[in-house]
């Protein structure tokens, strides 16, 4: 077996196309556009290249055929107490000792660096994408979101790899019934004619990101590893996300016209994206535009939910719940809602999940190998 840096255009589509292998029989698979997964490679696209360094990689056996891929990466800013790299974009056959050459092959590459230790499989970027390896909920994947064969679970833990955190993600159906408890907050808090709610308007975009600003850095900000965003961050955000803005399920609730809280969620685009077998050119674009006119989509994401630590516990959450919950019931064909990920050491996050009345969907987990082997394995501190 030998590893082949990739660096030709021959290269670069068989790191593309070598999934479509391994997951030829699962008809819940989705092919991620390949333009998503080639900016993590540019240098001219992805800001981490500016403090890191990333490789990809093709594993060949000894007929010259592709049998893993893997991509290696160095993120100076990605602080952890070891010096610790990252590996991401695994894929390998149904096979341990084809795991172990590539697993020991990243190990090695590394240590080369200064590196003790490795996370994977995550992303050369920012969590939100290609982050964990999925365990359990073999469902659709969502946009942005990894998906994997349950076997590559045990090619990872039989390598020695240990969870460093779970990513959990919960949902729930759109018109299932709304906690009797949130009805009465909502009734409580509607008597009060200093609160009002808005859903988020595309014309509006510009007021809505700031009052998105506002209520992001006193909710979430100042607690654990979140930072602070500048209203600059969130419109080009906003303006990123204009194309797929529905703007029924988009919710922000206010004190005398003062944001307190605010509620983001988009549409699926996997549930748009599954028809393009990833694939974003003239004729995929035009075929996505006909896709979305045409095809209904049936699954909302839950982004953001936050409100300022004022009213925080006072009944604020199930007010805007019911307020999102009755209008989009009435304006939208979205069956199933699903949110992005949580991290099992954000108690307070979970803690909002499940005061939504959600259930568990599907289990990501975040690996770590320490290469020193009689070190104390220590999970991801608790917020």
Known sequence: ?????????????????????????????????????????????????????????????????????VAIFINKKYRQEQPTGG??????????????????????????????AMDGPINFGERDKFWGLLIEGFSEPLYGMNYHPPYYKNLFENYGF?????QL?????????????????HARISKNKNISSKRLK??????????????????WASHGEGKQL????????????KPIINEHISWFIYENEKPIAMWMNIPDLNQWFKHLDGKFGIWQKLKFLLVKKFTKNRKMIGLVFG???????????????WEGTKHFRKTTDFEDYEMQWIGDFNPKMMKIAENLETEVTRKLATYRYLFDRTKTFERHRIL
């Open 230 to 241: 500048t209203e600059t961050q969130t419109l080009k955000l906003f303006n990123s996300l």
């Open 307 to 321: 409100i300022v630590p004022e009213w925080q516990r006072k009944g604020i959450d199930g007010y805007m719940i």
């Open 202 to 219: 595309v014309k509006d975009l510009g007021k809505f990101a700031k009052d998105f600003t506002e209520v992001y850095n006193k909710a």
């Open 162 to 166: 240990e969870i460093y955190f779970n």
């Open 87 to 116: 590996i991401g974009f695994f894929d390998c056959i149904n096979d341990q000792r084809t795991a172990n050459f590539i697993f020991d092959f990243a190990k090695n590459h590394l240590a080369e660096k200064g590196m003790e």
């Open 1 to 69: 077996m030998k590893a082949v840096q990739v660096v030709s255009h021959e290269q670069r589509k068989e790191f593309l196309d070598f999934p479509i292998r391994i997951f030829s029989d699962d008809k819940n698979y989705i092919r991620p556009l390949d333009k998503d997964i080639e900016e993590v490679f540019d240098k001219k696209k992805n800001k981490f290249f500016r403090s890191g360094e990333c490789e990809r990689f093709l594993f060949l056996n000894e007929n010259n055929e592709t049998v893993g891929k």
């Open 169 to 185: 993600c919960f949902g729930r159906k759109v018109h299932d019934s709304v906690a009797e408890n949130f009805m009465e907050m």
